[in-house]
């Protein structure tokens, strides 16, 4: 077999196994899709809480409704595979995190997803798709744990503060939260909106919920 038939098959293949998984993440969500957040509180609401730990703590609590939508729980599993859709089943097709979080040797994440959302296939995409470290998985962990682990430096990336501001509003892949494709409940709010309750957060304090 030649070398370019060969690279014609696992291409082949490969569109297979992904219009297969978005058939049947398609047909799991036809019944008992939750009701998801839409819309996120504007910091100004915030303002007539007098203390300023606990504005600082609801801050942080509405902003969390984005850390912990299916758009971003997905990708921070508690184990080696990824969930998917707004039911944050189990992926179809099966696939483990691999070494970096890039998918395991000869099933990359990139064999699927591309650099963007491929919408015939309902496939997601961003030019840097992967999986969060353990160290930051947020599946089944409360809002107080999320909150300790953003500010943990051993933990989400040698990053400070400022540097977690910095992220979640330029990563291309936090944005894409906002902008997942046919078949997906976006993220609450905007990515603005979710940055400026981060940012009112760090001001009054980053004050965490009791875990």
């Given at each position: 077999?030649?070398?370019?038939?060969?690279?014609?098959?696992?291409?082949?293949?490969?569109?297979?196994?992904?219009?297969?998984?978005?058939?049947?993440?398609?047909?799991?969500?036809?019944?008992?899709?939750?009701?998801?957040?839409?819309?996120?509180?504007?910091?100004?609401?915030?303002?007539?809480?007098?203390?300023?730990?606990?504005?600082?703590?609801?801050?942080?609590?509405?902003?969390?409704?984005?850390?912990?939508?299916?758009r971003c729980v997905n990708c921070h599993p508690a184990g080696?595979?990824?969930?998917?859709?707004?039911?944050?089943?189990?992926?179809q097709p099966v696939v483990m995190r691999g070494k970096d979080?890039?998918?395991?040797?000869?099933?990359?994440?990139?064999?699927?997803?591309?650099?963007?959302?491929?919408?015939?296939?309902?496939?997601?995409?961003?030019?840097?798709?992967?999986?969060?470290?353990?160290?930051?998985?947020?599946?089944?962990?409360?809002?107080?744990?999320?909150?300790?682990?953003?500010?943990?430096?051993?933990?989400?990336?040698?990053?400070?503060?400022?540097?977690?501001?910095?992220?979640?509003?330029?990563?291309?892949?936090?944005?894409?939260?906002?902008?997942?494709?046919?078949?997906?409940?976006?993220?609450?709010?905007?990515?603005?909106?979710?940055?400026?309750?981060?940012?009112?957060?760090?001001?009054?304090?980053?004050?965490?919920?009791?875990?």
């Open positions: 077999m030649s070398a370019a038939m060969h690279k014609v098959l696992i291409a082949v293949a490969a569109a297979a196994v992904v219009l297969t998984g978005a058939a049947v993440q398609t047909f799991s969500q036809t019944n008992d899709v939750p009701e998801l957040p839409t819309e996120l509180k504007a910091v100004s609401t915030f303002a007539d809480i007098a203390d300023t730990q606990s504005r600082s703590i609801a801050l942080f609590r509405e902003a969390s409704k984005v850390l912990q939508h299916p080696d595979r990824p969930s998917q859709g707004d039911l944050m089943r189990p992926h979080g890039h998918g395991a040797p000869g099933l990359a994440c990139t064999t699927c997803h591309g650099g963007a959302n491929f919408d015939p296939a309902r496939v997601p995409g961003d030019p840097h798709w992967h999986l969060a470290p353990l160290s930051m998985a947020w599946e089944g962990k409360s809002v107080g744990y999320i909150c300790n682990q953003l500010k943990d430096p051993r933990r989400n990336g040698n990053r400070d503060i400022a540097a977690i501001l910095k992220h979640v509003s330029t990563d291309s892949l936090v944005k894409w939260g906002w902008n997942p494709g046919p078949g997906r409940t976006p993220a609450p709010g905007s990515n603005a909106e979710f940055v400026a309750l981060l940012q009112a957060w760090a001001d009054t304090g980053a004050h965490c919920p009791v875990p």
